[in-house]
């Protein structure tokens, strides 16, 4: 073959715009008349309205409209329609907004929120997740059971559980009575924020004839627009959004968000345009975080090393509203074991309400959460028994042939995960001597497996179209938005090789526009290569079709004997018998004028296979389109004077099918582990007695930078191809990130001696945790 | 508010324009320049995303008064190009992966750029020092220092 892509690093498709400075994100649009929004937020975390003023604000100059929440009685979510886009009736955490002004610019916009006066009475709040699950807990929705909800999500009305994901298989008492040695522990992660360079920005404009634009940094315009439409109970098809290049997302702008708000103040202010820019601490506390997590589990095992059962109770801090948070339950239930086997389950997975900042989708969907209390439940097991952590795991591995926690039997080309843990024993050195101390710091090795399935509504379907331009380019229209992950690119080169075209002639739409791109569900869940590849391949396919039709009449060649390479459609072996792609691009044309065919646009779709509903008290079912297995490892040394953690190295292995573009591949990988060392060491929100968030901003709350990254990362892509995949591909967007914070806290002990349970593994923590055990071993 | 006239030259363009005196730098280039390939992320010093260079020395734009940049050379990211080549710096970013979302980008490869000039041979210490103060989200940082490195002279071509 002339063109073969697959597997080479190409670099992407979107690097010049972005290397230039010359691509264009929502905030960088500006249009005729637009109007800058500010907001006035709520310092209580949890209080009723009595009275809001606005007399002042309205009498600005340059103020065009003042929304409060009374105005706007929509209820919003995904899940669960419990959101409206002002608080109404009372605030549920700091930082909500209580009101919006548009104005003619941001100061006046900023005057006018200074002069609403909003009178509070604040009510008892519920700031500690478990304290929130008691009976008599303030409630944060008291009209829980009137909200609207998806039918997989079970409410608990009259409490603070927004869903209870149950999962029952086996006999868990009798798999415990089977187990030589039972442990239990209890894990902690806070809420973080995703921190997206580019905060939530929207653009909206309602006009009075009923017609709806959205320009918006948004991950899924489909959802957008659907969400707005049930929301606002305005018609579909008067809804546009369009989405320009994303400043990052990672889960925290899928859904809906802030589209309502701009586009209900462009209607009072008749209908000019109306943006919304979040600033970095609204990003914190107004908009959606990752939510907070408590794990309780009990696991069994016999000293040969087999798990018997395991016990897993998950806690979700969800914040003031449900928004992704209880399908993120959801899906933490049915993946709940990890990638093991264990013959019998009890899992209970709770969605709880409480006055904090709204939990969201944040790249892992719960995984990294409860990776961090089953991966060190694994280690702390093994050692329980005395086996090796990493002949424990082998032991027990979810390889092809055993069934998952929901009854799924894994198929042969489900993956691997036993050989991705093997990968990267090897690569970190696992069991080799190496040396405990380094310059007075104390080094030591830890290993995690994980797997991760998109976690999506049974039939969730994707769409391309692929159009044949008059000179013979094509032009690929998908709806999956790039937001740094750089599936278009991908997309492009599977095109280029099933055309056997060079790729500068596959030209990959960036713009997302809902009036014209084909549907798509959304770009969340690590299913955008393998969903929309799928639908790709298909459209090219349809557009084949199309050509060789009218190239067989055309050429007189039976149509089964044509092919299509190198921008030709031809018959092998008879070079008469052939006509340039181009010539078919709008219509086909005999000899003597006539036209044949017409303008050819390939269409393609692709549905997710063989998902079925969960059982609501079982929880069994086929909930996973696809695992991706992996493992990661890690080397660290721990200071014993300050308790200062720094990752000398990290290895990661995923069973990603096949490496379609190894390039970006590698980015997705050290860009998932530096997350993940964000998370395992340094963020997490830290909150006064009543709510407040002390740390929103990059000051206090801190990210990685360039000095923070480990001295070494190291991907080994293990490739065992899954069957109904676009070249055999599956997800990788989300699972770099998943065993970071188990990998870190399992080489922490094997340096220092120490386990740690809680998130993140700051000095402090460890500091503390070092001293405790000095302590024990002064009074032993 | 009154106004105060400066004159600016940014991209090799002469700007004048009357701006209040709160006006940042950053305010000034991306809303009365319109020159938007420069991030604002959370005009407090932190992201650095706003990086533009003044003088040919890396600065936080949103730290900056515009008056206090009168009479003065600002280059930003859309000043880079060779005409209509792309810069070494540019062209490595593309080769090594280090862009993804690329909301980050236009800062890394404006102070990368100015390490160059300044250092031409860089030590890895050094590219991480010289970019430390500008956060990205998606890279993980390893693809973008190997950019820097290998835009460099000490490069082995």
Not at chain 1, 655 to 662: L, S, Y
Not at chain 1, 766 to 780: D, I, N, Q, S
Request: hydrophobic share 40%; aromatic share 8%; net charge neutral.
């Amino acid at each position: 073959m002339k063109y073969s892509y697959m597997g080479k690093g190409v670099p992407r498709i979107d690097a010049f715009e972005k290397v230039t400075g010359t691509a264009l994100y929502t905030g960088d649009l500006r249009f005729p008349g637009m109007l800058y929004t500010k907001l006035l937020k709520s310092p209580l975390g949890h209080a009723r309205i009595v009275n809001i003023d606005t007399g002042e604000a309205e009498k600005l100059p340059g103020v065009r409209a003042v929304l409060i929440g009374k105005e706007a009685p929509y209820k919003f979510g995904i899940y669960m329609g419990d959101k409206t886009v002002l608080a109404s009736g009372k605030v549920r955490h700091v930082g909500e907004p209580v009101a919006a002004v548009a104005a003619d610019t941001e100061e006046i916009a900023e005057r006018a929120v200074e002069l609403i006066k909003v009178e509070y009475e604040e009510l008892p709040g519920a700031f500690d997740v478990l304290k929130a699950m008691e009976d008599g807990a303030p409630l944060v929705h008291e009209n829980m059971s009137e909200y609207r909800h998806a039918p997989f999500i079970y409410p608990k009305s009259g409490t603070n559980i927004a869903n209870h994901f149950k999962l029952r298989k086996g006999d868990v008492e009798r798999g415990f009575k089977e187990a030589d040695v039972v442990i239990e522990n209890e894990f902690y992660q806070p809420q973080v924020q995703n921190v997206q360079m580019e905060t939530h920005t929207s653009i909206g404009q309602w006009l009075p004839n009923g017609q709806i634009n959205i320009w918006t940094s948004a991950q899924s315009p489909f959802a957008v627009r659907h969400l707005l439409s049930v929301g606002l109970g305005v018609p579909l098809h008067k809804i546009n959004v369009v989405v320009p290049y994303l400043g990052g997302g990672f889960g925290g702008k899928a859904g809906l968000h802030w589209e309502p708000l701009v586009v209900l103040l462009s209607k009072k202010a008749g209908g000019r345009p109306v943006r919304l820019v979040m600033t970095r601490e609204e990003q914190f506390y107004t908009t959606a975080v990752r939510q907070g997590f408590y794990a309780r589990i009990k696991t069994g095992a016999k000293r040969d090393g087999k798990i018997t059962a395991g016990a897993f109770f998950y806690v979700w801090d969800a914040g003031a509203y449900a928004d992704y948070g209880v399908n993120i339950t959801r899906a933490a239930g049915y993946s709940c074991t990890g990638p093991y086997e264990i013959p019998h389950i009890k899992c209970d997975s709770l969605t709880v309400y409480t006055n904090h900042p709204y939990g969201t989708a944040y790249r892992g969907f719960g995984h990294p959460e409860f990776h961090f209390a089953t991966e060190r439940q694994m280690d702390l097991l093994a050692r329980a028994i005395g086996m090796d952590p990493v002949e424990f795991r082998l032991k027990n591995a979810a390889v092809p042939g055993r069934i998952t926690a929901t009854g799924e039997k894994l198929r042969e080309d489900a993956g691997r995960v036993d050989e991705c843990i093997k990968a990267v024993v090897e690569a970190i050195g696992w069991g080799k001597k190496a040396p405990k101390e380094v310059n007075g710091k104390l080094r030591g090795k830890g290993i995690a497996a994980l797997w991760k399935a998109p976690a999506m509504p049974s039939s969730t379907s994707s769409s391309a179209i692929l159009k044949l331009n008059e000179d013979g380019s094509v032009t690929l229209s998908i709806s999956s938005t790039e937001m740094g992950q750089g599936t278009p690119t991908g997309l492009a080169q599977m095109v280029a090789d099933e055309l056997q075209m060079p790729i500068e002639k596959v030209k990959v739409v960036t713009k997302r526009e809902t009036d014209f791109s084909p549907y798509t569900w959304q770009t969340v869940a690590s299913r955008g290569l393998f969903m929309e590849g799928n639908a790709t391949l298909d459209a090219v396919r349809n557009l084949k079709e199309q050509v060789k039709t009218t190239a067989a009449e055309l050429l007189g060649v039976p149509k089964k004997e044509l092919e299509v390479a190198e921008e030709r459609v031809f018959a092998l072996g008879r070079p008469d018998k052939s006509i340039p792609l181009a010539k078919l691009a709008t219509a086909g044309i005999f000899p003597d004028g006539r036209g044949i065919g017409g303008p050819v646009l390939g269409y393609g779709y692709y549905t997710a296979e063989g998902l079925t509903n969960l059982d609501p008290e079982t929880g069994q079912g086929l909930p996973a389109l696809m695992w991706t297995f992996g493992a990661q490892g890690a080397e660290v040394e721990v200071d014993p004077e300050t308790g200062d953690v720094r990752v000398v190295k990290m290895a990661s292995a995923f069973d990603i099918g096949r490496a379609i573009n190894p390039l970006l591949l590698k980015g997705q990988v050290y860009g998932g582990i530096v997350q993940g060392i964000g998370s395992a060491l340094m963020e997490e929100f830290i909150f006064d007695e009543r709510g407040a968030l002390l740390n929103k901003n990059l000051t206090d709350y801190k990210i990685c930078r360039t000095q923070d990254i480990p001295e070494e990362m190291v991907f080994i892509p293990i490739e065992n191809p899954q069957r109904n995949a676009p070249h055999g591909v599956r997800g990788i967007g989300e699972h770099p990130r998943i065993s970071i914070e188990p990998a870190i806290a399992n080489a922490i002990y094997d340096a220092a001696g120490i386990d740690l349970f809680e998130i993140p593994m700051n000095r402090e923590r460890v500091w503390r945790a070092l001293r405790k055990k000095g302590e024990k071993r002064a009074f032993a | 508010m009154s106004k105060h006239k400066i004159s600016v030259r940014a991209n090799g363009q002469l700007y004048e324009r009357d701006v209040e005196p709160r006006r940042t730098l950053l305010q000034f280039i991306r809303e009365d320049l319109g020159l938007t390939g420069t991030k604002c992320a959370c005009e407090r010093g932190d992201c650095g995303l706003c990086t533009v260079l003044v003088d040919g020395v890396p600065t936080k734009s949103c730290l900056v008064l515009a008056v206090e940049v009168d009479g003065k050379e600002i280059t930003t990211i859309e000043g880079l190009m060779e005409g209509e080549e792309l810069n070494p710096v540019q062209r490595a970013f593309i080769e090594h992966g280090a862009v993804q979302c690329g909301f980050c980008t236009p800062a890394f490869i404006v102070a990368g750029g100015a390490l160059l000039k300044r250092n031409p041979s860089p030590t890895e210490e050094e590219v991480k020092e010289a970019v430390g103060g500008i956060l990205c989200r998606c890279t993980g940082y390893r693809q973008i220092i190997d950019a820097i490195l290998d835009a460099s002279k000490g490069a082995k071509k």
